[in-house]
């Protein structure tokens, strides 16, 4: 080897090459807004300490986190720490701790005040000196939405929308991305007079999950898929995203949200985009993220004066789940006793373009269903003939793909078989696969991942602004036709949903599938 | 994740077709229903009666990771009578929790003695899953020139190794370096090549930064203390560390006892001499620490204690200017197989670190 190219590669350059080997992000602070909440010490810092412990991020790295609440740097480390024990049991290691933990700190102060940037940002100067995270700067927003807009103008006139030094700056923004399709833009349009959208990582945990992620694994990395997974040869798709809990503590926020704004906005529109999107160029940020916006530009409006023909809302009373009597969703804690926000949505949404045109989405999702689901079900369409008599094919079904999520990520597909014997009866049966089966690799949690990504500086599987205002334009008619409602359908817990939903099928001579 | 092992009654000669329905059979359940085989790979190992159990076992954690088929080759090829003997069994997991599906990995064990035991890739081919990747692990001492090794290379993707189950280092890496220079060998893969993986992210790492970027091409010193069993370990880190830098190898000489053993060496690097001091005098760990020293800074890498953590530090003389404790990770025989069997192709980073630990050793 000659002198120079000895000098072109360095240890980390190597590294770098190395597939076998991961990729460690650059030096960095991240400055975590709204530090006291739960989502700090049960998510952002346990992913963040995973990350650390399994030698994923640098030596020069270090989390401020910021709040009212007073409290000193120790103080601070001690509630992350008894966090971080009573998750990680098993997994925590007081040496780690000690080395992650000296890069933790504490600022208290009030994000609306322009003094509060001003301290942060000589602190940000000192730990550049004494901990070279060499001016790179990420701030994740883990406060109040209300507060969104505020923070990131005061970061702007701080002069901190940009990285120090030839860093970089990184802003993270939490979902819900607006309330509705203006608050949306407008958002979006505060923060992007600070930030560029290159700068900007909105985040939707849901696509940090790999089994999410195995969905494009699936539809494009198989050959044999892609040339039935359109209009020809599909009847209709049905997504479904159920959960058997009820809102518990989260009534509060719940009342505000309903589940048209908390699953169907972000995470159901993501599965919808990711089921329905042409193949990506390539596994890029702009790539993927350009043809999950084509997706949701292709939905058709739902005409305003015809939402109860395309959507369905219902709200859980008391029933049965799993063997317990739960209470219904007005009982529950915080909740308005004369609630009519909706725990399931059912909607049908057609996606006009070539590939699926004329082949309803129906997606729907709930909470107090009879169990915890994330499915996409494809029905092809009946042969359009079959030799056999019709006796012989009664229990003949048409093909069913379906690509399970959670639990038991994997896919079965439903195929007719002939039923031994003489004669020539013909039946459906299913073959399962249970793919995740075949790798027990233990997943990382879907935060690790993202700040991984984030701190990498990879947003493809962050939410782009014209993404965020795209699923909100296609619900914006069923919004304002609810918002106008006094009544709301029930459905009784650890039932499928509203018998309202089982019509919007039934109309189009269809049923839901039971997960 | 709940699993349960699953023998065949029968064993004693099997032909092939026996083999196959009996492991169907051994998929079926009390209930009827049958469980599913997921098959991610083909493992072949061979190995011999003395270790059998050991390696038996570590096949069956990989099972749980790695669901596949295992052909375990017990062979005596001493044994002037033949003798092929057949057992079957099928570690099965509940995946998804109570009530989730049954899957199931394969076992074949054969133990092949005499004229068979020359032969194996006879056995072990038609047992193969088609069209997955195949892998063929020594766990033991393991030579090239072994009678069946030639034939069974041509059935596999990649064979893992482990150049430290040889009690000369010398003649471990020097075989190994021979061997992956011949044309139509498959991959190699080396479980003290994976055992190294953690040190070089943390070593690498130290010097990530622009500010100590510097150093490397300044670093004159360098000190690997480790232990026994840890030659091959060692000598491969210094190969890495001298392939990388491009350092060239002016001298080794080998250390009396009387000095403690060991290897000094001497390279020439881009701008100037580094001396490699390799002391194996460490109590415990195989690899206990590694030191560079460049003009102003120390950089080093140490097993903690006794725990699975790894220290690592920067020292501008007397000051600590920089540290992290992280977790090294595990080093049992089957997460370092497991390892291995997540890649494919060929390793150059490993071959050009192995050609170099080589040289030094048979200097």
């Known amino acids: 080897m000659t002198q120079t190219q000895a000098k072109a590669r360095t240890l980390p350059d190597v590294l770098k090459d190395e597939a076998r080997l991961p990729s460690i992000p650059e030096p960095a602070v991240i400055v975590i807004f709204g530090a006291s909440g739960d989502l700090t010490a049960r998510k952002l810092v346990p992913a963040l300490y995973d990350l650390a412990q399994g030698r994923r991020l640098p030596m020069q790295f270090a989390i401020v986190g910021l709040s009212r609440t007073e409290m000193s740097h120790d103080e601070f480390r001690e509630r992350l720490r008894e966090a971080l024990e009573k998750h990680r049991s098993g997994r925590f290691s007081d040496d780690v701790w000690e080395s992650f933990s000296r890069g933790i700190f504490y600022l208290s102060g009030d994000s609306k005040k322009p003094e509060t940037y001003r301290e942060l940002k000589g602190f940000l100067g000192e730990l550049d000196e004494e901990r070279k995270t060499r001016g790179n700067r990420i701030f994740y927003l883990s406060a109040s939405p209300s507060l969104f807009s505020t923070i990131v103008e005061r970061l702007g006139e701080a002069g901190m929308n940009e990285g120090e030094e030839g860093g970089y700056a990184r802003l993270v923004i939490e979902k819900p991305f607006g309330r509705d399709l203006a608050s949306a833009k407008e958002l979006n349009a505060d923060i992007q007079r600070y930030f560029e959208e290159g700068q900007i990582y909105r985040i939707d945990h849901y696509l940090g999950k790999e089994t999410v992620q195995n969905i494009l694994a699936l539809r494009f990395s198989n050959g044999i898929f892609e040339p039935v997974w359109n209009q020809h040869y599909v009847d209709h798709v049905q997504i479904t ?48 993220r350009e043809e999950k916006v084509k997706v949701l530009k292709a939905a058709r409006p739902i005409p305003e004066g015809e939402v109860d023909q395309y959507a369905v809302r219902g709200q859980y009373a008391s029933g049965w789940v799993w063997g317990e009597e739960v209470d219904g969703y007005r009982e529950e804690e915080k909740v308005a006793p004369d609630s009519t926000t909706e725990t399931y949505v059912a909607l049908k949404v057609f996606v006009d373009n070539w590939r699926w045109a004329g082949t309803p989405f129906y997606i729907r999702t709930g909470k107090r269903l009879p169990k915890k689901a994330t499915e996409i079900a ?10 056999f008599t ?26 007719g078989a002939k039923v031994p014997g003489s004669g020539f009866q013909v039946s459906s049966v299913n073959m399962d696969l249970v793919y995740g089966t075949a790798f027990l690799e233990e997943a990382p949690d879907a935060y690790q991942r993202l700040l991984l990504d984030l701190m990498l500086g990879d947003p493809t599987l962050f939410i782009r602004a014209d993404e965020a205002e795209g699923a909100w334009r296609i619900l914006e008619p069923v919004m304002r036709a609810w918002s106008g409602e006094r009544e709301i359908p029930s459905y009784p817990a650890g039932t499928w949903g509203p018998e309202e939903a089982d019509e919007l099928l039934r109309r189009d001579g269809r049923r839901w599938r039971r997960p | 994740m709940i699993g349960e092992s699953r023998s065949a009654p029968r064993g004693g000669a099997m032909s092939v077709e026996e083999i196959e329905r009996e492991l169907a059979r051994l998929r079926a359940n009390e209930d009827g229903t049958l469980s599913l085989r997921a ?21 069956s954690e990989l099972a749980g990771r790695y669901p596949s088929r295992a052909i375990v080759l017990i062979c005596d090829p001493g044994e002037s009578e033949t003798r092929l003997d057949i057992g079957l069994s099928a570690f099965c997991n509940i995946r998804g929790g109570t009530g989730g599906t049954q899957v199931c990995a394969e076992q074949v064990t054969v133990h092949a003695e ?31 020139r072994s009678p069946e090794f030639a034939a069974m290379a041509t059935l596999v993707d990649r064979v893992i190794l482990d150049s430290a189950a040889s009690r000369d280092a010398e003649v471990s890496l020097g075989e190994l370096a021979g061997l992956i220079g011949e044309e139509g060998t498959p991959a190699v893969g080396d479980l003290q090549w994976v055992a190294l993986s953690p040190w070089r992210t943390l070593l690498a790492e130290l010097f990530g930064s622009p500010e100590r970027a510097g150093a490397l091409d300044e670093v004159y010193r360098v000190e690997v203390l480790y232990g026994p069993g840890g030659e091959s370990r060692a000598h491969l880190l210094v190969g890495w560390l001298a392939t990388t830098l491009g350092w060239r190898l002016r001298a080794a000489t080998r250390l009396g006892a009387r000095a403690g053993g060991g290897h000094r060496l001497h390279f020439l690097g881009p701008v100037g001499e580094v001396i490699v001091a390799m002391d194996p005098n460490s109590p415990d760990a195989k ?21 699975r953590e790894a220290r690592a530090t920067v020292m501008r003389g007397e000051d600590l200017i920089g540290e992290r404790t992280v977790h090294l990770g595990t080093f049992d025989l089957g997460v370092l197989v497991g390892e291995e069997l997540r890649y494919r192709g060929r390793d150059e980073v490993y071959e050009a670190a192995l050609i170099t630990a080589a040289r030094i050793l048979s200097r």
């Open chain 1, 390 to 415: 019709r006796e012989g094919t009664e229990g003949l079904e048409p093909n069913v793909l379906v690509v399970r999520v959670q639990p038991e990520e994997g896919i079965s597909l439903k195929i």
């Open chain 2, 39 to 59: 098959s991610v790979l083909n493992l072949i190992v061979v190995t011999d009666e003395g270790s059998a159990e050991d390696v038996t076992r570590s096949v």
């Open chain 2, 287 to 307: 690899l206990r620490r590694v030191r560079l020293y460049s003009e102003e800074l120390s950089f080093q890498v140490s097993r903690h204690r006794e725990l």
């Open chain 1, 241 to 288: 995203v159920a959960e058997d809990l009820g809102v518990g503590t989260r009534g509060a926020f719940y009342e505000e949200a309903g589940a048209l704004r908390d699953i169907v906005q972000n995470h159901v529109m993501q599965v919808l985009c990711l089921t329905a999107m042409e193949p990506p160029v390539a596994f890029d940020a702009e790539s993927v």
């Open chain 1, 378 to 387: 494809i029905q092809f369409h009946p042969t359009p003939h079959t030799p």
């Open chain 2, 114 to 144: 005499g004229p068979p035991a020359h032969h194996l890739e006879s056995l072990a081919g038609p047992l193969l899953i088609p069209d997955l990747p195949t892998f063929l692990w020594y766990p033991g001492h393991f030579s090239p």
